[in-house]
């Protein structure tokens, strides 16, 4: 908890959240290079891996990632510029999205970039472009769904007979006409599958990597040749929300691989990831301040400027989403049960819903007005997915990084008071 205590006290002492601005979230930059440097450790040199850019696209957050050594995985355009202002080159940005318009796909194969096709439309489209395009140095895959079935979270779940995503492998003929494919385009030297997000086992998802390794072996026999050279296995790997403990670990999940997949493990192929929330989750806080408290009907209520707008899964889904905080003093001290009584609390946020809290009917220490609560484990799809962006911008993001008594604090995104909106109209 050491790391947290500082990151909060240095958030106070800098005056990181006022009267404007009244929740922030913070990324440790020291925690993300160890994260990377996890994933590295925990796989063999041929595999390269990317950041799925929606778990977190912040040009400030991207860019040291890129400089840890990852590469980016981008599913729309806009995620795409935000990786290239990062400083991503053509050659380490893949693009993945199931919409893909003929305008993203030229510019993709124009400018080299990596592209994985949905769907056999998709694929005319690409036949066109490499007849414009023919010395295009884009590595080019099909998404394979090997429909195995869903994880925990069916909104979560994309290899599932019927998800959106991918070519469904086991439909009719489509093994022997995806074969076909590969056949009479040798430029198509990649195979991709993402089975999951948080929900999904870690065997479930070696399974369907394990069906798409063995795809790419037929495929390269019937050939007669390695055309398929590169096999991207998505990324997925769930993140433990209920305490600090990182389980599963890149271990874990390697040992898994491994274990049904062994081929990955030697040099025959180059393996691309897609880790998205397992790099960025554990490595983020939101910190808020308690504006109110009340109580109501024997539950002890802590309203704070934390809800729908930055923690949107969890205020809509509770029961997939359940996330962990920690009340703090105005002064910075930690609320534990020796210091504060215990109560049943809900913590709630700003919105005008009334599922919009952060945690109900939880055992807490009491919080009281103006103590922050700590919201654990958001450095992934909750403050970098500003679904407020358009309205007024009152989160503002924070980089953190030094030695432990020592952290500098870098705002990477500022906050606007209402009086700066009104201000400029
Ligand atoms: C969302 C997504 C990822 C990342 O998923 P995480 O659960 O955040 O690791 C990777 N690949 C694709 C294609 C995705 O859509």
């Not at 484990?377 to 358009?390: E, L």
């Amino acid at each position: 908890m050491n790391r947290k205590q500082n990151i909060i006290t240095t958030a106070i002492n800098e005056h990181a959240i006022d009267n404007n601005l009244t929740a922030i979230g913070v990324m440790d930059l020291d925690g993300l290079r160890k994260t990377v440097s996890d994933v590295y450790d925990a796989f063999p040199a041929n595999f390269f891996h990317t950041f799925a850019v929606k778990a977190n696209a912040l040009v400030k957050v991207l860019a040291p990632l890129r400089e840890y050594g990852m590469g980016a995985e981008v599913a729309s355009p806009g995620e795409l510029l935000i990786a290239l202002t990062a400083g991503f080159t053509a050659q380490n940005i893949i693009f993945d999205s199931p919409a893909k318009t003929l305008q993203d796909l030229r510019t993709c194969i124009k400018t080299g970039i990596a592209l994985n096709i949905d769907n056999l439309q998709e694929l005319a489209r690409i036949d066109t472009l490499m007849l414009e395009f023919p010395d295009s140095k884009s590595v080019i895959g099909f998404r394979v769904n090997p429909q195995i079935g869903g994880g925990k979270i069916g909104s979560t779940s994309t290899a599932t007979t019927t998800s959106k995503f991918g070519y469904a492998l086991l439909d009719e003929d489509n093994r022997q006409t995806l074969i076909a494919i590969y056949k009479a385009r040798p430029w198509l030297n990649s195979i991709h599958t993402h089975t999951g997000s948080q929900g999904c086992e870690l065997t479930l998802m070696a399974h369907g990597i394990k069906v798409i390794t063995e795809l790419a072996e037929e495929i390269n026999a019937v050939i007669g040749t390695q055309q398929i050279t590169r096999i991207d296995i998505g990324g997925g790997l769930p993140v433990n929300f209920s305490s600090e403990v990182i389980k599963p670990s890149f271990k874990d999940y390697a040992e898994v691989l491994k274990a049904q997949v062994p081929l990955l493990f030697t040099n025959k192929y180059q393996v691309k990831t897609e880790f998205g929330r397992a790099i960025v989750a554990k490595n983020g806080v939101i910190i808020t301040r308690v504006e109110y408290t009340k109580n109501a009907g024997g539950r002890h209520i802590a309203t704070t400027h934390a809800g729908a707008q930055i923690l949107t899964r969890t205020a809509f889904l509770p029961k997939s989403w359940p996330i962990r905080v920690t009340g703090y003093s105005a002064e910075g001290i930690e609320k534990t049960k020796d210091n504060s009584a215990v109560v049943t609390t809900d913590v709630a946020g700003p919105c005008c819903f009334a599922g919009d809290l952060i945690c109900s009917n939880q055992q807490l220490p009491k919080l009281e007005l103006n103590d922050y609560v700590m919201v654990h484990d958001t450095g992934g799809y909750y403050f970098s997915n500003h679904f407020d962006y358009n309205s007024l911008p009152r989160v503002a993001v924070y980089t953190v990084s030094g030695e432990d008594n020592d952290l500098s604090m870098t705002c990477i995104r500022k906050a606007e008071s209402l009086e700066d909106v009104l201000n400029k109209m």
